[in-house]
């Protein structure tokens, strides 16, 4: 099934430890969609400016991603730039350059409307719920959000919690939303708010799913050399909404895989900037990466 | 077979947002022994004060530690005192009184010395080494320090992981010994220093082991109303020590369930102030919650 996903493509400008990258291709759909591509057909909803040519699209051609509807429009692309510590766990935001992204208004072509597979990435809640709208009846509806928009509008993040079936969020995040110090707590009421299951992303701890009857946890795949985190969070969704829509069931057993598949996807985008790793990156090596995860996750039940 | 613990046994003064506990039952080789009580017969090692009475050791009896070897000398149990924070990850000392701990110098009776089993809690790495020197060969030797002694003692501390099986301790401490600030290459480096594993406890986010040729990580159970946080590095050591004593076998299969058992004793520690929880806790209750982390860790792999 197809994935339609809404949301920023950006330019970056990131610093790490290991080095650094100017005005690279970065943005929640760009990461989500590239990362989704290697499991399903994916249709990117975005905006860019003027200075978005042709070569910064090679990537999304690369990987078959349909962009009939990233709208280029007069101005600048969306802009970010940061820097991380010594332990790439601290982000430190530079700047913020929202630009065309700023008058984003996503308007749903007719033929993208009935596409079974919705990922809202980290946008204005008003404006997931705009795009929820103009659909008909996805048979899943994921989405991201952040501090920003939790503390800027949560009525508006509370309306748009009722509408969907599975939220993404880092711990901060899901406390921020339900106003609990602690996490299980937060997710209890997460739950009660719309959602029936709630990812939680750990960064370099995993990632853990919250549902009404199931709870299961998943480690991260041990990096010895991450390069740059941008994107890991948005490459989780790719690879786990990926998984759903390839598999095309909703059930406990698809939802665990899927944070696998997306706990792989996260792992590779962290080895190089911006997208460059999935440019040369081949299913063998995420099947050979999904099947470590079995390994390193492996016990026998003690009696 | 049996375990010897070395450690402090001390006098706790501990706030949390669930409330305070005054001048309660702690210390790292209390909360050990208690733990791993729950699986193989305990010896304790230790020193108090005079202010230490039977009734403080009275946990000890319950669970059939041996306390031959806790000597009470004259002047005052060591006391430490802290605050935790809202979410329970941020822990302030307040004060810190070594009192008799000053001046432990370890010294086993002759009974103790062929003791299968050794862990060496937080204490000063000469004083590890000393009571290894004492020991005849045992077959399987855990320990764990802080950063005081990893920045007071590095010479100290690299002789002793010489002689040492399995070094338990959180991510900050690993990166800090290597001097390296990716956990992953931290866990390499630290392995060439003698250990054949490494064990990093990660609090709320679990616990991960890394060998020569296996790495194996695990999510911390997922507490709604976690109470204090105190001592549950320890009893995580006293389950994991517990179960490979309780086995007899050291092999990557019982690593891996030690690693649940220890997560499993834990999770129960924080669930009350001191070891509150552990005088109630039966073993039944024990295999549920391991049977849990089953249930929360398994997937089918993806094909």
Redesign the interface.
């Known amino acids: 099934m197809s994935i339609l996903v809404v949301g920023s493509v950006a330019f970056d400008t990131v610093q790490t ?1 290991s080095g650094r990258a100017d005005g690279v291709l970065g943005g929640s759909a760009s990461y989500f969609s590239v990362a989704a591509s290697f499991f399903a057909p994916v249709h990117l909803l975005a905006v860019v400016g003027e200075d978005f040519n042709p070569e910064h699209a090679e990537i999304f051609r690369e990987r078959g991603v349909d962009t009939t509807a990233l709208s280029r429009v007069a101005g600048k692309t969306f802009r970010w730039s940061g820097v991380y510590g ?3 766990n601290q982000r430190t935001t530079l700047s913020t350059e929202l630009n065309v992204f700023e008058h984003f208004r996503p308007a749903l072509p007719e033929r993208l409307r009935r596409i079974e597979f919705l990922f809202l990435a980290n946008i204005d809640p008003e404006l997931q719920s705009s795009v929820l709208r103009q659909m008909k009846r996805p048979r899943l509806v994921a989405c991201d959000t952040m501090n920003f928009w939790i503390s800027g509008k949560p009525r508006e993040l509370r309306e748009m919690l009722k509408e969907i079936d599975i939220l993404l969020v880092n711990d901060e995040e899901a ?1 921020q939303i339900a106003g609990e ?5 937060a997710a ?1 009421k997460i739950l009660e708010m719309g959602p029936s299951s709630l990812i939680v992303k ?1 960064g ?3 990632a ?1 799913m ?1 549902g009404n009857h199931s ?5 991260a795949y ?5 390069v740059d985190p941008t994107g890991a969070g948005d490459s989780f969704a790719g690879g786990f909404v990926g ?1 759903l829509a390839r598999i095309g069931t909703l059930n406990d ?1 698809g939802i ?2 899927a ?3 997306g706990s792989v996807m996260a792992s590779f985008c962290v080895e190089d900037f911006s997208l460059r790793r999935f440019r040369t990156l081949r299913p063998e090596e995420i ?1 050979t990466r ?2 470590e995860f ?10």
Chains 1, 2 share one sequence.
């Not at 110090?181 to 707590?185: L, Q």
């Not at 041990?222 to 991450?226: E, G, K, S, V």
């Open positions: 430890p010594e332990d790439l406390r110090p602690n996490t299980v707590r209890r750990r370099e701890y995993g853990a919250y709870h299961f946890a998943v480690p041990p990096l010895m050399d991450p998984h057993a665990r895989q944070l696998i598949a099947r999904q099947k079995s390994r390193m996750t492996e016990f026998e039940e003690l009696v």
